[in-house]
């Protein structure tokens, strides 16, 4: 009965409506508030989402599960997104289509140096957007034939997946204590900083950039920044 089931659900056509049905999308993403975006997205699309916050678990959802498209952000809390998209890629023809993603257009070189079919900015809202680029990179074959529904429809996440980043990078902040670890924080700061239109984030995420290595006093503007927007956002 399960394979049954599992024939007729894989053979269901796609719809204008739905572009993405029967498609499952692996998200590598350590963000909340980005990962429910695309969630989102996901779900208007009619794609199945599977959800990795870092390299490690996303080997083990790789060496279970077999998306079609794996979407992978380029800062990880236990490395770079380039690697995770060259060791998929080196599986070779059978390997997924993969996206690199990330709240720092500069990526974008990288993420394709590396193998990535395709880039995409955040912030993830616009489901035209969304759809036009996952379906860029599938085979031809596994495209829906006939006109697409483009709608201007945008979605807006969770604000409460927005305070749980900024709880998660302010506590990741005060234990930092080496390059690698504020790179990752201010990759992270840029994320969630594009993802929610706040340029005073952007702002505190360039202070922690600088070549030399930010100084105590940015440390403790950067610190004070999110102290606020987390007193801001305990009131959802």
């Known amino acids: 009965m399960t394979d049954d089931l599992s024939q007729f659900l894989a053979s269901r056509p796609v719809s204008a409506e739905r572009p993405l049905l029967g498609l499952t999308v692996l998200l590598v993403e350590d963000s ?6 695309v969630r989102l997205l996901c779900l208007r699309s009619g794609a199945r989402i599977r959800r990795a916050d870092c390299l490690r678990s996303a080997h083990r959802h790789l060496a279970t599960y077999r998306p079609g498209v794996v979407i992978v952000d380029m800062g990880l809390p236990d490395g770079s997104g380039a690697d995770l ?3 998929i890629k080196l599986a070779g023809p059978g390997a997924p289509a993969v996206l690199g993603l990330s709240g720092d257009p500069g990526m974008e070189g990288e993420a394709l140096a590396a193998g990535a079919d ?15 680029a996952v379906l860029s990179v ?3 074959a596994e ?3 006939g006109l ?7 979605i807006s996440p969770d604000p409460l997946a927005l305070r749980d980043d ?3 990078v302010a506590e990741v902040l005060l234990a930092a204590q080496d390059p690698d670890a504020l790179g990752y924080v201010a990759h992270f700061l840029t994320g969630i900083a594009r993802s929610s239109h706040d340029e005073g984030l952007e702002t505190a995420a360039e202070l922690l950039r600088g070549k030399a290595g930010p100084s105590s006093e940015d440390l403790t503007r950067v610190s004070g920044i999110l102290q606020q927007r987390l007193a801001a956002a305990s009131g959802f």
């Open 32 to 37: 909340r508030f980005a990962s429910e975006a």
């Open 138 to 140: 599938l085979p031809e």
């Open 166 to 168: 900024l709880s998660h």
């Open 118 to 132: 395709a880039f995409m900015p955040k912030p993830l809202e616009s489901l035209a957007m969304f759809q036009q």
């Open 143 to 145: 495209r829906p034939a």
């Open 85 to 87: 998209i060259r060791q």
């Open 148 to 154: 697409r529904v483009v709608t201007d429809e945008m």
